[in-house]
């Protein structure tokens, strides 16, 4: 039981460049999501997925597309990285019913 | 709309001595709040939730915090901190709807010196 698992665990990237990151979660959860940690700032949430063929807009959307894939999958695509993108990406999932969310081990990407 | 404060960006304690790590919230209805830990380099780890059963709630290694809602706060503590307790903390709250989506404060880094 791996728990939610992130892929890369590290990217740079040059600015107008794309790329998808990746996250799985083995726990059979219902909802998933995307989180930005800036300094300074907590996390923000970017995109949910409330359940499998759902997935909704949160605080900070603009610049990323997300596709839920099947239940235990949910990535986040940048289109056109931008030096403001830099950050670390969090996953994280949660069982229906339940508050507590599941964090994976975070994507740390560089824009330059 | 729910949200966090924690009052501290930085704590330094020494070890042996007692954490104390504050929160505030806001909310228009009584809330599920959390206390989160991330360690350097780390994914956020569970440190403990309050979901209205009971004001004083216990997390793992032997943090607590007990919900006021007079004070509208949710203080985190320790009694004895441990060289290991080094990390950043947040605050959380939940927001209403099915979408269950986590607020995070600004978090609090905290140091144990020897």
């Known amino acids: 039981n791996a728990g939610v698992t992130q892929t890369p665990k590290f990217q740079v990237l040059k600015t107008g460049q794309s790329m998808t990151l990746q996250c799985a979660q083995d726990m059979n959860h219902n909802s998933m999501y995307w989180y930005r940690q800036d300094p300074g700032m907590g996390l923000r949430l970017i995109y949910y997925s409330a359940s499998e063929g759902t997935t909704d807009k949160g605080e900070v959307p603009n610049g990323y597309n997300v596709s839920r894939l099947n239940k235990r999958e949910f990535s986040l695509r940048l289109e056109s990285a931008a030096p403001s993108q830099t950050s670390v990406y969090f996953c994280?999932?949660?069982?229906?019913?339940?508050?507590?969310?599941?964090f994976g081990p975070g994507t740390r990407l560089t824009v330059l | 709309a729910q949200s966090v404060t924690q009052l501290d960006s930085h704590v330094s304690v020494s070890e042996g001595t007692p954490v104390l790590l504050r929160c505030n919230y806001s909310s228009s209805y009584s809330p599920s709040l959390f206390w989160y830990v991330q360690h350097p380099n780390k994914g956020l780890q569970l440190l403990l939730k309050y979901t209205s059963a009971a004001t004083l709630v216990k997390g793992i290694n032997g943090f607590e915090a007990e919900f006021k809602k007079s004070e509208t706060s949710f203080h985190l503590t320790k009694p004895s901190a441990h060289m290991s307790d080094a990390a950043e903390y947040f605050c959380v709250v939940i927001t209403s709807g099915s979408a269950r989506q986590l607020t995070f404060g600004s978090g609090t880094q905290l140091t144990v010196l020897p």
């Open positions: 994280a999932s949660r069982v229906g019913g339940v508050d507590t969310q599941y």
